[in-house]
Protein backbone atom coordinates (compact mmCIF):
# COMPACT_ATOMS: atom_id res chain seq x y z
CA UNK A 1 0.00 0.00 0.00
CA UNK A 2 2.83 2.36 0.84
CA UNK A 3 5.28 3.04 -2.52
CA UNK A 4 7.64 5.57 -1.20
CA UNK A 5 8.56 6.99 -3.99
CA UNK A 6 8.05 7.52 -7.96
CA UNK A 7 10.21 5.98 -10.86
CA UNK A 8 10.78 7.13 -13.96
CA UNK A 9 11.68 5.43 -17.41
CA UNK A 10 12.33 6.96 -20.42
CA UNK A 11 12.41 6.61 -24.26
CA UNK A 12 14.35 8.85 -27.30
CA UNK A 13 12.62 8.73 -30.27
CA UNK A 14 13.79 10.88 -33.31
CA UNK A 15 14.09 14.19 -31.47
CA UNK A 16 11.47 13.09 -28.86
CA UNK A 17 11.85 12.26 -25.38
CA UNK A 18 9.43 10.75 -23.65
CA UNK A 19 9.69 11.00 -19.66
CA UNK A 20 6.98 8.07 -18.13
CA UNK A 21 6.82 8.46 -14.33
CA UNK A 22 5.63 5.50 -12.21
CA UNK A 23 4.34 4.74 -8.96
CA UNK A 24 3.37 8.20 -6.94
CA UNK A 25 4.29 11.59 -7.23
CA UNK A 26 4.30 13.68 -3.99
CA UNK A 27 6.80 16.42 -2.71
CA UNK A 28 8.69 13.39 -1.39
CA UNK A 29 9.23 11.58 -4.48
CA UNK A 30 9.57 14.99 -6.75
CA UNK A 31 13.12 15.55 -5.60
CA UNK A 32 14.69 12.89 -6.97
CA UNK A 33 12.20 12.68 -10.10
CA UNK A 34 13.18 16.00 -10.84
CA UNK A 35 16.88 15.69 -10.32
CA UNK A 36 16.92 12.40 -13.52
CA UNK A 37 14.21 14.04 -15.55
CA UNK A 38 16.67 17.23 -15.82
CA UNK A 39 19.79 15.11 -16.70
CA UNK A 40 17.99 13.61 -19.16
CA UNK A 41 16.34 16.65 -20.53
CA UNK A 42 20.13 18.77 -20.73
CA UNK A 43 21.78 15.33 -21.91
CA UNK A 44 19.32 14.44 -25.05
CA UNK A 45 18.18 18.19 -26.14
CA UNK A 46 15.35 16.92 -27.65
CA UNK A 47 12.67 19.04 -29.92
CA UNK A 48 9.75 17.50 -28.16
CA UNK A 49 9.11 16.83 -24.12
CA UNK A 50 6.31 14.43 -24.16
CA UNK A 51 5.33 13.34 -20.43
CA UNK A 52 3.67 10.15 -20.37
CA UNK A 53 1.27 10.50 -16.88
CA UNK A 54 -0.44 7.13 -17.52
CA UNK A 55 1.10 4.59 -15.30
CA UNK A 56 0.55 7.19 -11.61
CA UNK A 57 -0.72 5.48 -9.13
CA UNK A 58 -1.10 8.70 -6.87
CA UNK A 59 -0.63 12.51 -7.44
CA UNK A 60 -1.34 15.62 -5.48
CA UNK A 61 -0.22 19.28 -6.01
CA UNK A 62 3.43 18.48 -5.96
CA UNK A 63 3.01 16.36 -9.61
CA UNK A 64 1.99 19.65 -11.28
CA UNK A 65 4.90 21.55 -10.00
CA UNK A 66 7.04 18.82 -11.41
CA UNK A 67 4.96 19.20 -14.81
CA UNK A 68 5.62 22.85 -14.73
CA UNK A 69 9.17 23.07 -14.47
CA UNK A 70 9.91 20.64 -16.84
CA UNK A 71 8.11 22.55 -19.29
CA UNK A 72 9.81 25.79 -18.03
CA UNK A 73 12.87 24.36 -18.37
CA UNK A 74 12.36 22.62 -22.26
CA UNK A 75 11.32 26.24 -22.85
CA UNK A 76 14.51 27.37 -22.81
CA UNK A 77 16.08 24.93 -24.46
CA UNK A 78 13.50 25.48 -27.44
CA UNK A 79 11.77 22.40 -26.77
CA UNK A 80 7.66 21.63 -26.78
CA UNK A 81 6.05 19.93 -23.93
CA UNK A 82 3.02 17.55 -24.33
CA UNK A 83 1.49 15.72 -21.44
CA UNK A 84 0.17 11.98 -22.67
CA UNK A 85 -2.46 9.91 -21.12
CA UNK A 86 -3.29 11.48 -17.57
CA UNK A 87 -6.02 8.88 -16.13
CA UNK A 88 -9.07 10.28 -14.47
CA UNK A 89 -7.60 11.16 -11.20
CA UNK A 90 -4.99 12.80 -12.62
CA UNK A 91 -7.09 14.59 -14.93
CA UNK A 92 -8.67 16.25 -12.55
CA UNK A 93 -6.18 18.13 -10.74
CA UNK A 94 -4.46 19.12 -14.10
CA UNK A 95 -7.94 20.54 -14.92
CA UNK A 96 -7.83 22.42 -11.45
CA UNK A 97 -4.83 24.11 -12.60
CA UNK A 98 -6.12 24.49 -16.06
CA UNK A 99 -2.98 22.87 -16.95
CA UNK A 100 -4.27 21.92 -20.31
CA UNK A 101 -4.58 25.42 -21.42
CA UNK A 102 -1.33 25.58 -21.17
CA UNK A 103 -0.05 21.84 -21.91
CA UNK A 104 -1.03 20.35 -25.00
CA UNK A 105 -2.70 17.16 -23.75
CA UNK A 106 -2.65 13.40 -25.90
CA UNK A 107 -4.80 10.46 -25.15
CA UNK A 108 -4.20 7.70 -27.22
CA UNK A 109 -7.27 5.50 -28.37
CA UNK A 110 -7.40 2.78 -26.31
CA UNK B 1 -17.76 24.32 6.05
CA UNK B 2 -20.34 22.02 6.93
CA UNK B 3 -20.45 21.87 10.86
CA UNK B 4 -21.00 18.63 12.53
CA UNK B 5 -24.07 18.12 14.33
CA UNK B 6 -23.34 17.92 18.71
CA UNK B 7 -25.91 14.78 18.32
CA UNK B 8 -23.51 12.65 15.66
CA UNK B 9 -22.34 9.50 17.54
CA UNK B 10 -18.63 9.24 16.99
CA UNK B 11 -17.76 5.89 16.05
CA UNK B 12 -13.55 5.81 16.39
CA UNK B 13 -10.74 7.83 16.99
CA UNK B 14 -7.34 8.06 15.60
CA UNK B 15 -4.49 10.33 16.99
CA UNK B 16 -1.41 10.41 14.55
CA UNK B 17 2.00 12.40 15.19
CA UNK B 18 4.75 12.03 13.22
CA UNK B 19 8.07 14.39 13.13
CA UNK B 20 7.97 16.48 9.30
CA UNK B 21 10.14 13.98 7.20
CA UNK B 22 8.90 14.19 3.74
CA UNK B 23 8.90 10.62 3.78
CA UNK B 24 6.26 10.52 6.50
CA UNK B 25 3.49 12.11 3.35
CA UNK B 26 3.28 8.84 1.97
CA UNK B 27 2.81 7.35 5.57
CA UNK B 28 0.52 9.84 6.30
CA UNK B 29 -1.89 9.84 3.61
CA UNK B 30 -2.13 5.79 3.64
CA UNK B 31 -2.71 5.37 7.41
CA UNK B 32 -5.60 7.89 7.23
CA UNK B 33 -6.98 6.35 3.98
CA UNK B 34 -6.79 2.79 6.17
CA UNK B 35 -8.67 3.95 9.14
CA UNK B 36 -11.02 5.65 7.07
CA UNK B 37 -12.06 1.88 4.96
CA UNK B 38 -14.14 1.22 8.27
CA UNK B 39 -16.80 3.62 6.92
CA UNK B 40 -16.77 1.64 3.67
CA UNK B 41 -15.39 4.01 1.20
CA UNK B 42 -15.63 4.14 -2.50
CA UNK B 43 -12.31 3.72 -4.46
CA UNK B 44 -13.28 7.92 -5.63
CA UNK B 45 -13.83 8.56 -1.58
CA UNK B 46 -9.89 7.07 -1.02
CA UNK B 47 -8.52 9.16 -3.37
CA UNK B 48 -10.12 12.36 -2.29
CA UNK B 49 -9.06 11.84 1.09
CA UNK B 50 -5.52 10.26 0.13
CA UNK B 51 -4.54 13.55 -1.81
CA UNK B 52 -5.95 15.81 0.22
CA UNK B 53 -4.13 14.88 3.25
CA UNK B 54 -1.13 14.84 1.46
CA UNK B 55 -1.60 18.56 0.76
CA UNK B 56 -2.26 19.31 4.17
CA UNK B 57 0.71 16.81 5.37
CA UNK B 58 3.14 18.51 3.03
CA UNK B 59 2.06 21.81 3.45
CA UNK B 60 3.15 21.31 6.96
CA UNK B 61 6.72 20.16 6.23
CA UNK B 62 7.44 22.39 3.34
CA UNK B 63 5.58 26.16 4.76
CA UNK B 64 5.35 25.54 8.70
CA UNK B 65 8.70 23.85 9.58
CA UNK B 66 10.62 25.41 6.29
CA UNK B 67 14.20 25.33 7.29
CA UNK B 68 13.43 23.41 10.93
CA UNK B 69 11.60 19.92 12.09
CA UNK B 70 8.67 19.80 13.87
CA UNK B 71 5.55 17.14 14.92
CA UNK B 72 3.05 17.07 12.57
CA UNK B 73 -0.46 15.79 14.94
CA UNK B 74 -3.19 13.81 13.18
CA UNK B 75 -6.25 13.33 14.30
CA UNK B 76 -9.36 11.43 12.65
CA UNK B 77 -12.31 11.02 13.58
CA UNK B 78 -15.15 9.35 12.21
CA UNK B 79 -18.98 9.37 12.78
CA UNK B 80 -21.75 7.56 12.85
CA UNK B 81 -23.02 9.01 9.91
CA UNK B 82 -20.29 8.33 7.82
CA UNK B 83 -18.80 11.74 8.16
CA UNK B 84 -14.93 11.75 8.65
CA UNK B 85 -13.35 14.41 9.88
CA UNK B 86 -9.12 14.45 9.80
CA UNK B 87 -7.54 17.56 11.30
CA UNK B 88 -4.30 18.26 10.61
CA UNK B 89 -2.02 20.54 13.29
CA UNK B 90 1.23 22.04 13.33
CA UNK B 91 3.28 24.53 15.23
CA UNK B 92 4.87 25.91 12.26
CA UNK B 93 5.20 29.53 11.21
CA UNK B 94 1.25 30.14 10.92
CA UNK B 95 -0.03 32.45 7.90
CA UNK B 96 -0.41 35.84 8.28
CA UNK B 97 -3.40 36.06 6.05
CA UNK B 98 -5.46 32.51 5.39
CA UNK B 99 -7.75 34.14 2.17
CA UNK B 100 -5.12 35.37 0.48
CA UNK B 101 -3.05 31.47 0.96
CA UNK B 102 -6.21 30.00 -0.02
CA UNK B 103 -6.48 31.65 -3.83
CA UNK B 104 -5.93 29.36 -6.47
CA UNK B 105 -1.82 29.75 -7.80
CA UNK B 106 -1.19 31.98 -4.37
CA UNK B 107 2.15 30.52 -3.23
CA UNK B 108 5.17 32.04 -0.69
CA UNK B 109 7.60 29.32 -2.47
CA UNK B 110 7.83 29.55 -6.75
CA UNK B 111 11.52 28.51 -6.28
CA UNK B 112 10.95 25.00 -4.95
CA UNK B 113 8.21 24.56 -7.69
CA UNK B 114 4.92 24.75 -5.86
CA UNK B 115 2.22 25.44 -7.81
CA UNK B 116 0.13 27.22 -5.16
CA UNK B 117 -2.79 24.44 -5.41
CA UNK B 118 -2.22 22.47 -2.25
CA UNK B 119 -5.48 24.73 -0.66
CA UNK B 120 -7.44 24.16 -3.70
CA UNK B 121 -7.04 20.87 -4.29
CA UNK B 122 -8.02 20.10 -0.61
CA UNK B 123 -11.37 22.07 -1.12
CA UNK B 124 -12.29 20.48 -4.56
CA UNK B 125 -11.23 16.85 -2.80
CA UNK B 126 -13.67 17.15 0.57
CA UNK B 127 -16.92 18.39 1.45
CA UNK B 128 -15.31 21.03 3.96
CA UNK B 129 -12.38 22.71 4.83
CA UNK B 130 -11.43 25.10 7.71
CA UNK B 131 -8.14 26.86 8.48
CA UNK B 132 -6.70 27.93 11.69
CA UNK B 133 -3.76 30.10 11.80
CA UNK B 134 -1.26 32.02 14.18
CA UNK B 135 1.46 33.59 12.88
CA UNK B 136 4.45 31.92 15.48
CA UNK B 137 1.84 29.46 16.73
CA UNK B 138 0.74 27.35 14.23
CA UNK B 139 -1.52 25.99 11.58
CA UNK B 140 -5.00 23.79 12.00
CA UNK B 141 -6.75 22.60 9.00
CA UNK B 142 -9.62 20.44 9.40
CA UNK B 143 -10.99 18.84 6.58
CA UNK B 144 -14.75 17.28 6.32
CA UNK B 145 -15.68 14.09 3.97
CA UNK B 146 -18.71 12.76 3.75
CA UNK B 147 -18.02 9.24 2.67
CA UNK B 148 -20.87 7.98 -0.36
CA UNK B 149 -21.44 11.48 -1.16
CA UNK B 150 -20.77 12.05 -4.79
CA UNK B 151 -19.11 15.58 -4.31
N1 LIG C 1 0.79 24.67 7.42
C1 LIG C 1 1.21 25.84 6.88
N2 LIG C 1 2.03 26.67 7.59
C2 LIG C 1 2.47 27.84 7.06
N3 LIG C 1 2.12 28.30 5.84
C3 LIG C 1 1.29 27.53 5.08
C4 LIG C 1 0.80 26.27 5.57
N4 LIG C 1 0.01 25.74 4.61
C5 LIG C 1 0.00 26.62 3.58
N5 LIG C 1 0.77 27.71 3.87
C6 LIG C 1 0.93 28.91 3.00
O1 LIG C 1 -0.14 28.95 2.08
C7 LIG C 1 0.35 28.96 0.73
C8 LIG C 1 -0.59 28.20 -0.17
O2 LIG C 1 -0.61 26.82 0.16
P1 LIG C 1 -0.99 25.76 -1.00
O3 LIG C 1 -0.84 24.40 -0.45
O4 LIG C 1 -2.29 26.14 -1.59
O5 LIG C 1 0.12 26.03 -2.12
P2 LIG C 1 1.67 25.67 -2.08
O6 LIG C 1 1.96 24.73 -0.98
O7 LIG C 1 2.43 26.96 -2.08
O8 LIG C 1 1.88 24.95 -3.48
P3 LIG C 1 1.43 23.43 -3.84
O9 LIG C 1 0.58 22.94 -2.70
O10 LIG C 1 0.65 23.56 -5.10
O11 LIG C 1 2.67 22.68 -4.00
C9 LIG C 1 1.75 28.42 0.83
O12 LIG C 1 2.58 28.87 -0.23
C10 LIG C 1 2.22 28.92 2.20
O13 LIG C 1 2.66 30.25 2.12
MG1 LIG D 1 0.82 23.03 -0.69
Redesign the interface.
Known amino acids: ????SGKLTHTLEGGRLTLKPTG?I???S??AL?EEADALIYRTHPEVLAIDLSSIE?????G???I??RYKLARTLNCKTVIKNPGV?VS??LA??GMERIIKTERDQK | MRSVANNTKIKNKMKLQLPSLSVNEGMARAAVAAFCAQLDPGATDIADIKCAVSEAVTNCIVHAYRNTFGVIYITVTLYEDKLCKIEIRDRGCGIPDVREARQPLFTTDAEGERSGMGFTVMESFTDGIRVRSKVGAGTTVTLLKRIGSKN
Open positions: MIKTEDHHAVRFMDSSLGFMGRKILA
